[in-house]
């Protein structure tokens, strides 16, 4: 069974199965798991009573097979700790005479930049909404190899964003 809420104006949390939450974006996809401390896990028989959301703030409570209440408060702020960025391509390379091209993605959250494959940047910083980055010099010829990841300040990793592929010639 699985109960969807409606949390502050950015997030859908939904929960499959006792004492655990999944974070969805309001498209319905994925971006986190939310599992509350373990000083009051429920047993099987219990499980996640209520869930509700008051004024930036997640409010669970949750029963053990002795249908003791267990209730949480959570700041938007924490539930955001557990969202990992998402990135997607807003401008792809194609053909380029310029050896240090520019590539643009998005980024649902601000964090570290890694690459891998053949490019890299000297810019490490992403920022929410589009990102403009001027990758290294680059020799002539085809790059199918680039890829991209943010990690966000509570270390969470986005998923890989693979660069189209793109060619220099100059």
Known sequence: NTAKIGLFEDYIITSVKDHFLFIHDMNGNKLGEFSPPTSNVVSANGGIQKIESHNQHLFMCNSDHFSFIYCNLYSK??????????????????????????????????????????????????????????????????????????????????????????????
């Open 77 to 170: 702020s924490k539930v955001e700790s557990y969202v990992k960025p998402i990135l997607k391509e807003m401008k792809s390379i194609g053909l380029t005479n310029d050896s240090t091209p520019q590539y643009t993605f998005s980024s649902t959250k601000a964090g570290t930049i890694q690459f891998s494959g053949a490019c890299s940047s000297d810019n490490t910083t992403a920022v929410v909404d589009n990102n403009t980055i001027t990758f290294k010099q680059l020799n002539d010829g085809t790059y199918s190899d680039c890829s991209i990841k943010v990690t966000d300040g509570f270390g969470n990793e986005s998923n890989t964003l693979s660069v189209s592929s793109f060619s220099v010639d100059t």
